[in-house]
């Protein structure tokens, strides 16, 4: 048994019989107790990665490696996107198709995902031209657009996987992909219909040829509230609309905590400054030290897990600055202002990214979704503790021309 601990430092004799055996000073026993320790704590960690694992596998409905790269839609007024048939920015990634929502995954053994998308959110979906390679393996290639603007462009050797991701986010989302053929010119005027708030866009078309056809969510038990309707309009609305509502999104609020960590290395205006100057805004605030009780509740989807009573005693063992923050599309980008859950994969420019180091003092909590946001938002304050105000930046952020 001693031979498995780094005891080459000893020496080993022979007793009256013949048996080998050590003599050990108090130091080294206690030395030799230090490594039975992380070698009991390594194995607690592996054991969650692997009880980890096993859940995506038994739960997820499609998962896998892919190599992926992220860009942004352009809006309207800005320059085409330089030529990028020379950028080699791919990283490979595990994906998780898991519930409502689509996870990335640095490795398929981590933890805590780098990003996720809501299916809700996902607006189109599609394949993209194959590609060989100099080494002559054929790449396939798909992508998955948000209606925040955000296109994930991913890439697989295998058409077989390529063709199931993009058949089911296709038939979950209900979108069709299947081209028209149009023979026309006209302006295309487009009304969408999404979570209560009607986004119009228009574009002149002008062309022979095939359009996509338009699609839409449908919601079996409330379908008239999710359409599409294309119509005839005179070219200039159709272009001051698009200008001005394309790329509208939802007004919404996310639950914000620094955690004692953070609080204790008088991080706090450092913090609400790069939320005040991303142009969002403060609705609740208060300092307070949670109990532990408390601390189980805000953690209560993590209960299962191994590290579930370290999280809540490191809760509940200092002051907690809790905020509430609203603005267009806060939740997905307070968690890009966030980053990833361990600082050492989130990139530099973020929060946890720029002022922490490791996964346990990662200083800042943020909610991970509209539902998460609301039942957080409901623990941490009372409904006369929120308040409703015009800020005099509003006009500034979110004005149009």
């Not at 194995?43 to 190599?67: F, M, N, T, V, W």
């Not at 294309?230 to 639950?255: C, I, K, S, V």
């Not at 960590?261 to 030290?289: C, N």
């Amino acid at each position: 048994m001693l031979n498995l601990f780094n005891l080459k430092r000893l020496s080993w004799g022979r007793d009256a019989n013949g048996q080998q055996k050590v003599v050990l000073s108090a130091t080294e026993v206690e030395s030799l107790r230090s490594e039975l320790a992380d070698i009991e704590e390594r194995e607690s960690h592996l054991k969650a990665r692997l009880e980890h694992i096993d859940e995506i596998l038994r739960s997820a409905r499609l998962s896998g490696y892919l190599h992926m790269r992220t860009r942004w839609e352009a809006l309207p007024g800005e320059p085409p996107a330089l030529d990028e048939s020379e950028v080699d920015d791919w990283l490979p990634r595990f994906l998780v198709f898991q519930g409502s929502c689509i996870f990335l995954y640095f490795t398929s053994t981590d933890i805590s995902p780098q990003d996720s998308t809501l299916l809700s959110d996902v607006v189109e979906v599609g394949c993209m031209p194959c590609h060989n390679r100099e080494d002559e393996e054929t790449r396939y290639y798909f992508y998955i657009l948000t209606r925040h603007g955000l296109r994930y462009e991913c890439s697989s050797a295998s058409k077989l996987q390529v063709d199931a991701w993009v058949a089911t986010l296709q038939d979950e989302c209900k979108l069709r992909s299947e081209p028209t053929t149009l023979d026309v010119n006209f302006t295309l005027f487009v009304f969408i219909h999404v979570e209560g708030r009607t986004i119009a866009t228009a574009a002149a078309v002008f062309f022979k040829g095939s359009l996509p056809a338009l699609a839409s969510f449908t919601d079996s038990t409330n379908a008239s509230n999710r359409w599409i309707a294309g119509a005839l309009a005179l070219p200039a609305a159709a272009y001051m609309l698009q200008d001005q509502e394309a790329h509208a999104l939802q007004m919404e609020r996310t639950f914000i905590a620094i955690k004692p960590d953070g609080v204790q290395r008088g991080l706090i205006s450092e913090i609400i400054e790069r939320f005040e100057r991303k142009g969002f805004k403060l609705v609740a605030i208060k300092l307070v030290v949670p109990s532990k009780t408390f601390a189980q509740k805000h953690y209560h989807d993590l209960k299962e897990r191994p590290f579930f009573n370290g999280l809540c005693n490191f809760l509940s063992s200092g002051p907690v600055l809790a905020m509430v923050w609203e603005g267009e599309g806060v939740i997905t980008y307070g968690r890009k202002l966030i980053g990833a859950t361990d600082p050492q994969k989130s990139e530099p420019g973020t929060i946890r990214g720029d002022l922490a180091i490791v996964v346990g003092r990662n200083i800042i909590h943020g909610s991970d979704g509209p539902e998460t946001a609301k039942n957080e938002i409901n623990l941490w304050f009372k409904p006369e503790e929120l308040t409703n105000y015009t800020s005099n930046q509003e006009k500034w952020a979110y004005g149009v021309n």
